[in-house]
């Protein structure tokens, strides 16, 4: 087989690939949602074990956007437990 022929039937190959990969493709985007809460209530419990302000603020943040959630409106117990063994004043 000459190099004009191998290289031929590598194109077509490729060619054959990319067609055949381009009509499984999705055409319609999903429609992505939030997890249902279907249950009464939930409790979440966080729990701060370190002095590091980005620590504090994160978990801080995570709490108020957990009771923000309109899926969870009324329906969420938020406990957190503070370990103060590293803070140096108390």
């Known amino acids: 087989m000459t190099n004009f022929k191998k ?24 429609i992505l949602s939030g997890a249902k809460a279907t249950l ?21 943040r995570n709490i108020k956007n957990a009771l923000s959630d309109p899926r969870l409106k009324g329906k969420l117990e938020v406990e957190l437990i503070v ?6 004043s108390l």
Do not use: E
């Not at 009464?40 to 801080?60: E, P, Q, R, W």
């Open 7 to 30: 290289l031929s039937l590598i194109y077509f190959l490729l060619l054959t690939i990319a067609a055949a990969s381009a009509s499984f493709a999705q055409t319609t985007q999903p």
């Open 40 to 60: 009464k209530n939930y409790k979440a419990l966080y729990v701060l074990n370190n002095g590091d302000d980005k620590k504090i603020n994160s978990t801080l």
């Open 83 to 88: 370990f103060w063994r590293w803070c140096k």
